[in-house]
């Protein structure tokens, strides 16, 4: 008999919070559910210590991750966090992740001693459906009522005793940012395992419970318990099609069509029958333990929403925001910048005085200070970048950029749930793929994936910094709004739309499908925490600096040996700097640069360039160090100079035109926005298209796509340019 | 330093550096074929939680 019952075998936590005590078994396992956006995340972390990523909008956990923490008799508790979820289907991957950890499916965690049901204190009626489906999971459960001060705020009056009488559980309240309710809640879940299952707490109507007799045993023979096996019963009946993680149940979907037609002849809907059976019950608890005291009339949040999502007004201020946010990385990141690129410089001269003459000297200056140095100056344009992020993201405005977007999206083809996976590209490819698990249909999922690497990732900053910067003259246009913040506008935008023509082409060939309308729930605005605005800041600049320190430290060190041998015997009569530049010439990677140099000509670049784009397809950043070790070793002397002085001072040693040109580097800007310059993109594309050889041919169709328009695009701007009679460099 | 003892030093930190990024090259390409939980790419992304991977967006 096929059994669907994994081992439910302990499994140490692959990771956690509590350093080497950790290590030990927990003595109690706890998985956290709850509908999207009700902060789930935000209390694992109060619980844990961790710094899981929170946002004010639905789908931010798409993983289950896993932290400890103490009870307050001392014991070690497991936490689970899995996904936003508002009721225990498996349409969409992440929903899948919950319902096979609570069912006991998932083969790589343990299924839970207790669940933790996170509820918005302000939304029970929507809150409590999927609190309903948990509660005849069989496993004792623990509700806390998130939130709970803004419930009390917007009026509403929730009598904690009384709901604890109706539905049998611990119900605590929360406000889990604050940190507040914390030590009731491990209380309860401490004292949970000792409580009954709370179960059904409604009857079915006689005639439903027998028709769902030989479905739910049908279950149980495949080895769900009696409690799950009913509760999933009953949610059967309701679900187009059964869902995979049944799919080893003999005979189900004919046991489920023989169930559906008997609920149909005793006079109920099948399709309707949980929900109205739940609702109806839901309504019941409610009106007896919560009341409302305000009038329910428009808060600030719909007032503010009458300007944000106005029809016009609503995309203004939309792009606004987003030239502001981008002048202000200018504006306030340049004293900073202009003190790290001192400091850098400063440490390498002296980092240079301390060694001798050698090999091991241009290293360290040309190749570490030249080439890390040069992309850690832009750390400060990332902290404010992802500040503001962090403050649109918390606050809830991101969720209304997506409602405005909805019909932009509907357009091209793609579900509006697209939004959210594309917005995080923004930060990085690597999430923003694995976000598009909220996307049940998987063409729209995989449509999806094909163009979240055309949104400008924050790797693109450096480069696009660099160019700027250094070419896009620092004068006002309007309103304290300049040049520089105005072009790095357009190049996200140029992102933006790119990616979104190409949705339109997937969704209309390799892709074809529907377009299904998306239900989007607008979060009331709130007050960012400071707390994790700073972890927010903080992460990203620690995963920046452990890049630069990692990654493009070992690349730029392979680089400077690439550019410093074979060494060959330059001519004595020249000046000095041009035998640098005779040697470099004869380098390796100048022999590289050369033989590349005829594929990057036609876009206006010399072989320099030419080179430091090919070395840039590990990590887009990898541009700039590679500039910096090339200008760093081309050189003379010990001096570390900004890049971007360097690129405007450059000459075509034949004709003596400047190599860099804004042409040029507006070309160059343009071909970093298309390019797949990421293989930890490519690597999570591949697993996330279905892994295996399909994964590794739509990740090839994606570089190869994304690359081909990159060149295109390249190529127009430049040809274009020139046909303009802008200056076209080399 | 002799000029030996200074091409040794660099051939060593050359070599090391050549050797992370082939680990990490292997440990990009086993985490595309292995469907394990979190992103395990090496992407940097990961490190906001500590069990299997991140949970952003």
Known sequence: ?730 | MSVTLDRIVVGVIVGAALLFLARRMVASIRAARAAKAGCGTGCGCEGQGKAGGHSTR
């Not at chain 1, 944000?308 to 203004?316: D, E, F, I, M, Q």
């Not at chain 1, 981008?326 to 001192?342: D, K, R």
């Not at chain 1, 449509?447 to 690497?453: F, H, L, R, Y």
Request: aromatic content about 8%.
């Open chain 1, 1 to 730: 008999m096929t059994t669907l019952r994994p081992s439910h075998s302990a499994r140490r936590a692959e990771g956690s919070s509590g350093g080497p005590a950790d290590a030990a078994e927990p003595a109690l396992r706890v998985a956290i559910i709850g509908n999207p956006n009700t902060g789930k995340t935000t209390l694992f972390n109060a619980l844990t210590g961790l710094r899981q990523r929170v946002g004010n909008f639905a789908g931010v956990t798409v993983e289950r991750v896993e932290g400890t923490f103490r009870s307050p008799d001392g014991r070690r508790v497991a936490v689970l966090d899995l996904p936003g979820s508002y009721s225990l289907s498996a349409g969409a991957p992440d929903e899948k992740i919950a319902l096979e950890v609570l069912l006991g499916r998932d083969p790589d965690r343990w299924r839970p001693d207790v669940i933790v049901v996170v509820a918005d204190a302000a939304h029970l009626e929507r809150n409590l459906f999927l609190a309903s489906q948990v509660f005849e999971l069989g496993i004792p459960v623990v509700l806390a009522l998130n939130q709970f001060d803004r419930a009390e705020a917007e009026g509403y009056r929730i009598d904690v005793p009384e709901m604890i009488h109706q539905l049998g559980v611990f119900v605590v309240p929360t406000v889990a940012n604050r940190g507040e309710g914390l030590e009731p809640l491990k209380r309860a879940i401490e004292l949970a395992p000792g409580q009954t299952p709370p179960g059904r707490r409604f009857l079915l109507p006689p005639a439903v419970a027998e028709a769902l007799e030989p479905l739910t045993a049908a279950l149980v023979a495949a080895g769900l318990g009696p409690a799950p096996a009913a509760m999933e019963a009953l949610r059967l009946l309701g679900v187009d099609q059964v869902e995979s993680h049944l799919a080893g149940v003999p005979d189900l979907p004919a046991t489920r069509g023989r169930t559906r037609a008997a609920v149909e002849r005793a006079g109920f809907v099948p399709e309707r029958l949980e929900s109205d059976l739940r609702y109806t019950w839901i309504a019941d608890v409610i009106g007896r333990a919560v009341t409302r005291t305000a009038p329910l009339g428009r808060d600030a949040s719909h007032r503010i929403d009458g300007f944000v999502l106005h029809r016009y007004l609503g995309p203004l201020i939309f792009i606004l925001l987003m030239a502001l946010v981008f002048q202000s990385v200018f504006t306030w990141a340049q004293p900073l910048i202009e003190g790290i690129e001192i400091a850098i410089g400063a440490t390498g001269e002296a980092a240079g005085r301390l060694l001798p003459e050698g090999d091991l000297r241009s290293l360290v200056v040309d190749g570490v200070f030249g080439g890390v140095g040069s992309v850690l100056v832009f750390l400060p344009q990332i902290a404010i970048l992802f500040g503001f992020s962090g403050l649109l993201e918390q606050s809830g405005y991101m969720a209304r950029a997506a409602f405005l977007m909805d019909r932009v999206m509907r357009k091209v083809g793609l579900h509006g749930k697209s939004f959210i996976p594309m917005l995080s590209g923004y930060a990085c490819a690597v999430p923003g793929i694995m976000a598009t698990r909220t996307i049940e249909d998987p063409k729209d999922r995989l449509a999806t994936i094909m163009v979240v690497p055309l949104m400008s990732c924050s790797a693109r900053l450096p480069v696009y910094t660099l160019l700027i910067g250094a070419f896009v003259p620092a004068i006002t246009v309007w309103g304290g709004i300049g040049l520089q913040g105005l072009t790095m506008l357009a190049m996200y935008l140029l992102g933006t739309l790119a990616a979104l023509a190409a949705a339109w082409v997937f969704k209309r060939t390799l892709l074809k499908g529907p377009v299904r309308p998306m239900i989007l729930e607008l979060p009331p605005y709130r007050w960012p925490s400071l707390r994790s605005l700073w972890v927010s800041i903080a992460q990203r600049c620690f995963l920046f600096l452990r890049r630069a320190g990692t990654v493009i430290l070992a690349l730029s060190v392979v680089l400077w040996a690439l550019a410093t041998y074979p060494r060959v015997a330059a001519d004595p009569s020249l000046p000095e700097a041009a035998q640098q530049e005779q040697q470099l010439a004869s380098s390796a990677l100048g022999q590289i640069g050369h033989a590349i140099e005829p594929v990057v000509r036609p876009l206006g670049y010399d072989w320099k360039i030419g080179v430091s784009i090919a070395a840039s397809f590990a990590a887009r950043e990898v541009f700039v160090s590679t500039m910096g070790t090339i200008y760093g070793v081309g050189g003379s002397g010990d001096d570390v100079p900004a890049l971007g002085a360097r690129l405007r001072e450059e000459r075509d040693p034949r004709t003596g035109a400047p190599v860099y040109t804004p042409l040029v580097a507006v070309g160059l800007m343009v071909f970093y926005v298309f390019a797949l310059m990421c293989i930890s993109t490519t690597a999570v594309t591949v697993r996330e298209a279905g892994g295996g050889r399909i994964g590794w041919q739509w990740a090839g169709f994606q570089f190869a796509y994304m690359l081909v328009l990159a060149y295109g695009a390249a190529w127009v701007v430049y040809h274009g340019g020139r046909a303009l009679g802008f200056g076209g460099g080399t």
